[in-house]
C-alpha cells in the first residue's frame, strides 16, 4: 500500500465540512415507510442533525447518496431491490468518506461481517433506544464506529471462529509502536477508549491519538475494521 492510498484511507473518517457547527447532515434509507418517516422525524428534533433526504430502495439511497455528499447514511440491509451491503458497497467506493451507518432487524454474524466489510462504519438493531441511534450518528459523522453489543458479539465471534490459527502478519503489525499493539489489542477485546485509557493509565484523548496512528498505518477507517484485523491476525 502506497502512501497515496494510505491517506485516502485516512482521510475515509474526517467529516468534509469546514464549519464544525453545521448539523450533521443524514440520509435515511429504509424500505418500511412508517419506521422511515418516524426515524427521520425523530432525528430531525435535534438541532446538530438534519436529514437531507430518504430513500425507499437501495438504488434511490445510492443515487442521493452520491448527489447529496450527506455526512451519514443510516442504511437498512433488507431492501427490495439491491441489498444494503451492495448499496453500502457502492457507496463507500464512490465516496471513501462517506459514513455509512446500518441499522436494521438482522443480527446474524453473517450479515455483520459482510456489511462491516463492505465499509459500514456501524451496526446498530432495530430495537436500540432512540438515543443511541442519536448518539452514533453523531459518533459516525466524528470518525467514530458504533456497534450495538450483540452484532459485536456476532462480529468477533464469526472473525475468531475463522481464524483460529491467525497470527501476526509481519509486514503491517511491525509499523505499529508497543503502545499501538497494546491499545489494538484492547479494541479487539471491546473496550472503549475510557476502559482503554484505564487499563494502560493514559487518558481518554491520547487512546484517541494512538487509534488514529493505527488506522493511518494500517489503511483501515474505523475501529470496528481495527477489531477484525486484530483477531485475524492474532492479536486478540
Known amino acids: ?54 430513500a425507499s430502495n437501495g438504488r434511490l439511497g445510492v443515487r442521493l447518496a452520491h448527489e447529496l455528499r450527506p455526512e451519514v447514511v443510516l442504511m437498512d440491509l433488507r431492501l427490495p431491490d439491491i441489498d444494503g451491503v451492495v448499496a453500502t458497497r457502492t457507496i463507500v467506493e464512490r465516496d471513501p468518506a462517506a459514513r455509512v451507518l ?30 443511541d441511534v442519536v448518539v452514533a450518528v453523531r459518533a459516525a459523522a466524528q470518525g467514530e464506529a458504533a456497534l450495538s453489543p450483540s452484532a459485536a458479539r456476532a462480529l468477533l465471534e464469526r472473525v475468531r471462529s ?15 509502536s508497543a503502545r499501538e499493539l497494546q491499545v489494538l489489542r484492547l479494541v479487539a477485546r471491546g473496550m472503549e477508549n475510557a476502559q482503554i ?37 492474532g492479536l486478540g
Not at 469546514?18 to 412508517?34: F, S
Not at 453473517?110 to 465499509?119: C, F, K, P, S, T
Not at 487499563?199 to 488506522?215: A, D, G, Q, R, Y
Not at 483501515?220 to 483477531?231: D, L, P
Open 162 to 176: 475463522q481464524h483460529i490459527e491467525a497470527q501476526p502478519e509481519p509486514g503491517m503489525t511491525e509499523e505499529l
Open 102 to 131: 446500518v441499522l436494521t432487524v438482522a443480527t446474524d454474524a453473517q450479515d455483520v461481517v459482510a456489511a462491516v466489510l463492505a465499509g459500514a462504519c456501524g451496526y446498530l438493531v432495530k430495537d436500540a433506544p432512540v438515543d
Open 1 to 54: 500500500m502506497d502512501g497515496g492510498d494510505r491517506r485516502t484511507q485516512e482521510h475515509r473518517w474526517r467529516r468534509r465540512t469546514t464549519d464544525p457547527g453545521a448539523p450533521v447532515r443524514v440520509l435515511v434509507v429504509d424500505d418500511h415507510n412508517l419506521f422511515r418517516t418516524g426515524l427521520a422525524s425523530v432525528l430531525a428534533e435535534h438541532a446538530d442533525i438534519e436529514v437531507v433526504a430518504q
Open 197 to 233: 485509557g484505564a487499563e494502560l493509565n493514559i487518558s481518554p484523548w491520547t487512546v484517541k491519538k494512538h487509534l488514529s496512528s493505527i488506522f493511518a498505518k494500517l489503511g483501515i477507517s474505523n475501529r470496528i475494521q481495527a477489531a477484525i484485523y486484530a483477531v485475524q491476525n
